[in-house]
Every structure is written in C-alpha cells, then in structure tokens.
C-alpha cells in the first residue's frame, strides 16, 4: 500500500456511462503523470455506469502496468447514479495526495493546465479553480447556449451565493487535501450544482480560494440538460444558504 505521507497528487475523475472517452482520457493522464518527478494516483468514481466504463478502466491499467510501468487506478463504483457531485466529494475522501485535482472526464481543460495550479497550492492557497471567464483564459467552440447559461448561473450564484467568482462551473479544481477532504464531508447537495456548494463552503469554513485562467474546448457527449439541468441548479444555489445556515469556521 502506498505511503500517504510521499503521495503528492491524486487525480480524481467521476464518470457515467463514459465507455466513448475514458480511455482516451486515462492514456492522456496517465502519459501525463508519468512524466512527472513526483508521486501521483488516478481515482476513477464510476457513478453506476450501465456501459462498459468500468472494464475499460480495468483494461487501461492493466495495459498501463505491463507495457508502460504504469500505477494501476483506484476503481470506485458506486452501487446506483447519485450524482456527479457525490462521485467527486467521495473521490476527494478516498485521496491520499498532498493535493488533490478533480477533472472532467472529457479533458474539456487539458491536464497540462495542471502546472498552473501548483505553484498557487505550495505558496498556501487551499482551492484553486480554473476559469473560462478570465480575460487570459483561452476558449474553442463553446456552444452559444452554454455560454447564456454560463453567464445567467453565474449571475444567479453571484447574488445568492458567492460573490466575486467569475466561473464556478469549470470541471477542472485542485485542494490542499485536507481543505477538499474538509469541505466533501460537509457536502449536502450532489447533483450539477455541487461547485458552487464546494466554493460557498470553501468561503464559510475559511478556506482562501484563487481563480486561474485555463485553456478550455468544448467536448461533444456532454449528458448536461440546458433546460432540465439549468432548473435543478438554480433551485439548489436557493438550498446552500438554506442548509448551511448554522455552520461556522472550521479550518485546520
């Protein structure tokens, strides 16, 4: 078993019914991680995939470790679809990295983006999350619709919830571990609007947080309802006040 205290990073990718992208996406990571000097791990959360996911995951890493010398990935299944944001809050759990980055599964953000955010976590900033609506960040192909209900959520969050961050949505965010592992466990809400629960307790349990501009590409398969969704987000971001009402600050 790995030493916890000499793991560096752990990557946390949630997935759902993502058989047509996961293995181009661990190949990318894993390349990615091995050309790197430090110690680093992979945990996939399968949130009750009825595809293939899962196995090609198991295929990947077995691939990886005979032919590349390649860690194989931890495999977490979760026994029904409960949300993406559970997937992401129980992968942060289950890291043992210094600091841990949770990504898409698509690479919408290409894990190389990854070398911005480390200097921010060693100079002692707790969450770092990438933004798509800085003047630096570099945009492809983003979907007009997208961008309306970017910018009307975004708007929504601002005034009911956190203030002064640009994109709370961006699938791409790294955490000391113990700020993420900290702010998972204090998790209420699991569905799309889970980042704007991980920011606004992040912001509550006294946490610093720092956007950074990212490299950003639309990637086609998104399982994202504009109408469905956008409804479900908006009656959350309303619950956060609501169900957080009597937390107080906990940093560590």
Not at 111 to 125: A, D, M
Request: aromatic share 10%; net charge neutral.
């Amino acid at each position: 078993m790995t030493d916890q205290t000499d793991m560096y990073l752990s990557v946390v990718i949630p997935a759902y019914n993502e058989q047509e992208r996961i293995a181009d996406t661990l190949y990318t990571v894993k390349d990615y991680l091995s050309a790197q000097p430090y110690k680093s791990e992979i945990i996939v959360v399968d949130d009750g995939s009825r595809d293939w996911t899962t196995e090609i995951v198991k295929t990947i890493d077995l691939y990886g470790k005979e032919m590349k010398d390649q860690n194989v990935s931890t495999i977490m299944e979760n026994v029904k679809n409960v949300g993406k944001g559970f997937s992401v809050a129980r992968g942060i759990i289950k890291a043992q990295g210094k600091y841990v980055l949770f990504s898409d599964a698509d690479l919408s953000t290409p894990i190389s983006e990854l070398e911005k955010f480390l200097p921010e976590l060693e100079n002692g900033v707790d969450v770092v999350i990438g933004s798509r609506r800085l003047k630096e960040s570099e945009i492809e192909k983003k979907p007009f619709y997208r961008d309306l209900m970017s910018s009307t959520f975004n708007a929504v969050v601002s005034l009911f919830a956190i203030s002064g961050i640009r994109d709370t949505q961006c699938g791409f965010k790294a955490f000391r571990r113990e700020a993420g592992q900290d702010i998972a466990h204090h998790q209420k809400l699991f569905g799309f609007s889970f980042d704007v629960e991980q920011l606004y307790l992040a912001r509550k349990l006294g946490y610093s947080i720092k956007e950074i501009p990212v490299k950003w590409h639309h990637m086609e398969g998104s399982t994202v309802s504009p109408i469905r969704d956008a409804i479900k987000m908006f009656a959350d971001v309303m619950r956060i006040r609501l169900v957080h009402r009597g937390l107080t600050q906990q940093k560590q």
